[in-house]
């Protein structure tokens, strides 16, 4: 194994969304040294790697950002962070002109103005997006991208990031990297639950499979602060290819509807959580399969949602083309997905300052792994690179780098080469993470309990996590490549281990499906209208709520904790 150290201002960690835009903006602003490390390839990597047909956050003509804040605010019940949900919606139009420059296809109309879709959406051609954002980032000389290099943990010493470890896949380099602020950019957690189609298949999900909520195991074991993991999201989809439904539902106004033709989605509500639960409970009570009503739409919008969904989701066209049967034909089918841990959705992550600055002193999250602000997609998650950008280029103009332990590099050291030359056991990586999956779905809220969990089984689910984390630690990996599944998987069950905490903390069902607690199946408002936020402490998730305030554009935690 080689060993190899890297020195840089800062450190981004992934290089999705957030993170090309927090180094083009850093780059653009400053001379900074900036690195970026990837596990896959910057050009197809993270939520966008196979594209997308509309950006779902921009302030259209006669709203305002204010609007915004609402929208989202409503969605959540009310558990957001008003600071950080204004500041990037302050930010949205700016950035997607900047998309625009650089090459993205925006539809427009005759006039010249954006083709919206709904007031908070735009259509483009979005097939190249991440191609686009990776060719910017290479244009600037002190960028430099490292493709293929799994990030396994931070550096942290008395509460300040010093730089972090990772393992070169293809090249079996043991990296030690020394930076003076770190950006986690790396998305948020799939493949903790059971997904809707086992086996071979079981990759098929709405959120990228190789997002394993590595950014926010990082933080949790040393100790950040983390907020409302409790609020899971849930995705409605097109039944077998899970493909999305937005572009039915507003592209061409499909509405839900049950076997007997019924339209129920005004019956439970039409926040994102409540879409999914009135399916639940329809097919719950007998009346599904439940559908997306498309029967009787124009040749003309057949052919737009082919075109569409070839940007994004090729499955679900070659679906319709294979079964001969167009959407104006036949209906199109709906599930739920399995939970996922996610802040650009809902409100999951990193608890961190109106600078996206984590509580830990030299670490900041954008996109995914930040919390408190959800409905960011693709422009918000922009917006909050950019703003850590900003704010990490005026740490390291007033900080120096913090030096690194030697002990704890050599500790890095031995934990890889113990995965690599030690002896195999009768556990394998693969079979524990499906052991983890099955206790998620069973006792932690998953697809086969149409998303419920009481008190006690989370307490089960709890316990067996733990049991299964302690057999990782004699997991064998023959190659580089396979070494980084053993990360995952251990990413995975902090994770899992922190969702269990906080499902478990908020006593109340506050977002139906989303958290569906059988012992607390109302809302309150009175007790429960606060953060659930956590710390691990001695090994040991330690949840607490923080007051919510209404904050008004002003920073509503300007202390930091």
Not at 341 to 357: E, P
Not at 490 to 500: F, G, M, P
Not at 513 to 519: M, Q
Request: charged letters at 25%; a negative charge; glycine letters at 10%.
């Amino acid at each position: 194994m080689n060993t190899e150290i890297l020195r840089t201002d800062i450190l981004i960690i992934g290089g999705g969304t957030a993170g090309c835009w927090a180094a083009i903006t850093a780059a653009e602003q400053s001379d900074a040294d900036i690195l970026i490390c990837e596990k896959a390839h910057i050009r197809r990597s993270g939520c966008l790697a196979a594209g997308v047909n509309a950006l779902n956050a921009y302030i259209t003509g006669g709203k305002t950002p204010q609007d915004y804040v609402d929208y989202a605010e409503q969605d959540a019940a009310g558990i957001v962070r008003h600071d950080l949900l204004l500041s990037f919606s302050e930010r949205l139009n700016s950035v997607t002109e900047k998309l625009e420059r650089l090459g993205l296809v925006i539809l427009k109309d005759k006039d010249g103005n954006y083709v919206s879709r709904g007031w908070r959406n735009i259509k483009i051609n979005g097939e190249n997006i991440k191609p686009l954002l990776a060719d910017a980032v290479s244009k600037f000389p002190h960028v430099t991208v490292r493709n293929r290099v799994c990030i396994t943990d931070l550096a942290v010493k008395d509460n300040r990031v010093c730089g972090a470890f990772g393992i070169g896949i293809e090249n079996g380099t043991f990296y030690v990297i020394r930076a003076n602020a770190v950006l986690i950019a790396s998305g948020g957690a799939a493949g903790l639950y059971k997904p809707n189609h086992p086996g071979f298949s079981r990759h098929k999900m709405w959120y990228p499979p190789f997002n394993t909520g590595a950014g926010y195991a990082m933080g949790i074991r040393h100790g950040a602060e983390m907020t409302t993991f409790e609020m899971r999201f849930i995705a409605l989809r097109c039944k077998d290819t899970i493909a999305p439904t937005g572009t039915l539902a507003q592209g061409v106004g499909a509405k839900q509807i049950n076997a007997n033709g019924e339209v129920y989605e005004q019956k439970y509500g039409l926040t994102t959580s409540e879409r999914v639960y009135g399916t639940v409970c329809e097919n719950i009570e007998g009346r599904g399969p439940c559908c997306l009503r498309t029967v009787g739409i124009t040749p003309e919008q057949d052919d737009s949602l082919l075109k569409a969904y070839l940007n994004m989701a090729p499955s679900q066209t070659l679906k319709w083309i294979e079964r001969g049967k167009m959407p104006s034909e036949e209906n199109v089918g709906i599930e739920g997905t399995e939970p996922y841990i996610v802040g650009g959705h809902t409100a999951s992550g990193f608890w961190v300052d109106a600078g996206r600055a984590a509580t830990i002193t030299g670490l900041y999250a954008a996109g995914d792994a930040a919390g408190g602000a959800p409905q960011k997609y693709v422009t918000g998650a922009l917006a909050e690179g950019e703003i850590a950008a900003e704010s990490m280029l005026r740490f390291v103009q007033e900080n120096r780098p913090a030096p690194l332990d030697e002990a704890e590099i050599a500790a890095h050291q031995a934990e890889v080469t113990q995965f690599l030359s030690g002896d195999a056991g009768s556990d394998t990586t693969e079979a524990l993470e499906e052991a983890m999956q099955t206790v998620m779905d069973t006792y932690a809220g998953g697809i086969g309990t149409h998303y419920r969990y009481s008190d006690a089984s989370l307490q089960t689910a709890d316990a067996r996590i733990r049991a299964i984390e302690q057999r990782t630690a004699k997991l064998h990996a023959d190659d580089f490549q396979s070494l980084m599944y053993i990360y995952e998987l251990r990413e995975r069950l902090t994770v899992c281990r922190a969702v269990i905490a906080h499902l478990r903390a908020r006593k109340e069902t506050r977002w139906h499906c989303f958290a569906e607690h059988t012992d607390y199946p109302q809302r309150d408002d009175a007790q429960w209208k606060c953060y659930i936020n956590s710390r691990m402490e001695n090994g040991e998730i330690r949840t607490f709520r923080r007051e919510l305030t209404q904050g008004g554009g002003r920073n509503e935690h300007p202390d930091r904790p």
